[in-house]
Structures are given as structure tokens and as C-alpha cells.
């Protein structure tokens, strides 16, 4: 796994630029400047660091340093105090909640930048299911992301976010915004409808994904909930669906590919190293649960 990792991990790096990022888009693109390090899916530096995380690089690397600080500077917006798309989707709790990641990962602890960000979503994050359950906002023009239903990839890149700030340095404010994000995962049981709780919620969310980039699988979810200690009978559905796709030989395949990635994790439909490490990871703690208490 060792091997494997740091294969794939060097192969990314072999791809960054003379300029410390990845693949840019050119002046004269329809989507520069606003999307630049955003764009190209998923060549991109912001894409490319997430891929990096989540295959657990060493965050001291110095050679992420310049790509993250690029983003950081291009993508904050000062005056509201997030990053930002510009006009697009704003506020985007989804990428707010990957730059939290990003930064938690890489340096152990929220910067400046990521505090004004959990201030923002702290005051302004919806939690809606179907209706709008509380007054609306200012930023309910945004219906893909506070629409009636609020994205779930949203709030669970948030407390993805969220996950990695160490114990001691969140606020109550940061508690009550995670507390709230669990609360709608669960009322979810973590992958499907809340009005139909036999049916997936989102197509495709219920395929081995990795790494997981906006959007989340059902896996990413349940590591979250381990990462926070989340112990539920609300995820019993779920850790079902995933004991019922492991292999014979005790692994999990890889059943949806992220395309155009710097560099690919592995063969669709074939056993995956990081699939299956996250699987074990997550089975393991649950099942530990499940003997402690019986």
C-alpha cells in the first residue's frame, strides 16, 4: 500500500509546473479569471490538492505550499470573508468546505481565512428538506445551493472541513454547525431519502468513489462520521450497503472513476487499494462499537 501510495503520489508531483501548480487555464478562456486553479475538472490545483489529501501526502511537502497559497489568494472573497466563484453559486458551501479541508490538512489548524469561513457558514448555512424550513436569506437566489432541499455535497464537505480543525480549537459556534450537519446526515442515513428510505438519495451516490471531489459517496460519508466518533442507529442502512459490496477476498472495487484526475488511482471495477483501506477503516470502528456495547 506504502508503494502504491507513494507511486501515485510522485506521479502528481512529476505533473506540477515550473510555477509549483498543475493545469491552468489559459488568459482568453471563457472561465478566466474567476475559474482559474477551479478549472480544468479535475486537472486543476485546487482538485489536484484534494487528491493529494485524500491519499494522505505528507503535509509538510513544501511543494504544496505555492498551489494552496495560489488558491487561496485567487478564490478568497475578502468583502464576505469565503471563497468564491465570483457571481456563480455563491456562497458555494461546498468549495468553502474543501479549502477548510485543504487547509486543516495541510497546516494543522484553521488560518485567518478559514475562521472567517466557519464565521460565515456558522451564521448563514441552510439545513432545508424539501421546504424552506427557516425565513430565507439573502443568499436563497443561489437554489442550487439553498434551494428547497439544500445540497448535501455542501454540508458534507463542510463537516468534512470541520473534521480535520483539531478538538481544542473549535468554537461552540463550529460544535453547533457540526452538531447541525450530523443531524442532516443522519436524517438522511447518510445516503438516502429522507421521505422514501429505500431509495438512494442522489444517482450514482451509492458507487465506490475515490477520491471524492464536490460531491460524496456514501463511503466518504461514513468516514466523516467515523473521523467524528458518530454513533447512530441512523447508519445501520448504510454500513449494510457496504458490507454487501465487499469481495470474496475481503476488498472493495472502485465502482465510479473520477475522470481527467493529474494522475488515475486505479482500474474501475477492480479491488482499490484506497477504497478498501477506507472501507476497512470505517467497518472496523463500527463493529468495534457493536462488541464493546453487546
Known amino acids: 500500500m506504502t508503494n502504491k501510495r507513494q507511486e501515485i503520489i510522485n506521479r502528481i508531483f512529476a505533473a506540477q509546473k515550473d510555477n509549483g501548480l498543475w493545469k491552468e487555464i489559459p488568459p482568453g478562456h471563457k472561465y478566466y479569471p474567476d475559474y482559474l486553479h477551479y478549472v480544468p475538472n479535475f486537472k486543476a490545483s485546487l482538485w489536484t490538492l484534494i487528491l493529494l489529501a485524500d491519499l494522505k501526502c505528507d503535509r509538510k511537502d513544501e511543494r504544496v505550499r505555492k498551489p494552496l497559497h495560489e488558491i487561496k489568494r485567487h ?16 456562497p458555494i458551501p461546498c468549495l468553502n468546505g474543501n479549502m477548510l479541508y ?19 457558514f456558522c451564521k448563514n448555512q441552510r439545513f432545508d428538506d424539501g421546504q424552506y424550513e427557516e425565513p430565507k436569506n439573502e443568499f436563497c437566489s443561489n437554489t442550487s445551493c439553498y434551494g428547497k432541499h439544500t445540497c448535501y455535497w ?53 458507487l465506490l468513489t475515490f477520491p471524492n471531489m464536490y460531491k460524496s459517496d456514501y463511503l466518504e460519508i461514513l468516514w466523516i462520521l467515523k473521523r467524528e466518533g458518530i454513533q447512530s442507529n441512523e447508519l445501520k442502512s448504510a454500513l449494510e450497503l457496504l458490507k454487501s459490496r465487499q469481495n470474496s477476498d475481503g476488498s472493495w472495487a472502485l465502482e465510479r472513476q473520477m475522470n481527467n484526475m493529474t494522475s488515475s488511482i486505479g482500474p474501475i471495477n477492480r479491488p482499490n487499494l484506497f477504497v478498501t483501506e477506507r472501507a476497512k477503516e470505517v467497518l472496523e470502528y463500527y463493529e468495534n462499537l457493536s462488541q464493546l456495547s453487546s
Not at 103 to 115: A, I
Not at 160 to 182: H, M, N, T, Y
Open 102 to 120: 485543504l487547509d486543516c490538512y495541510f497546516n494543522g489548524t484553521p488560518d485567518e481565512n478559514s475562521q472567517r469561513v466557519l464565521e460565515f
Open 75 to 90: 478564490l478568497f472573497d475578502k468583502h464576505y470573508g469565503i471563497y468564491s466563484l465570483k457571481e456563480d453559486h455563491f
Open 154 to 206: 455542501g454540508i458534507t464537505k463542510l463537516l468534512k472541513g470541520i473534521s480535520f480543525i483539531p478538538q481544542k480549537q473549535r468554537s461552540k459556534d463550529i460544535e453547533a454547525l457540526r452538531d447541525k450537519c450530523v443531524d442532516f446526515i443522519l436524517k438522511h442515513k447518510v445516503c438516502f431519502s429522507s421521505r422514501r428510505p429505500d431509495r438512494i438519495m442522489v444517482k450514482k451516490m451509492d
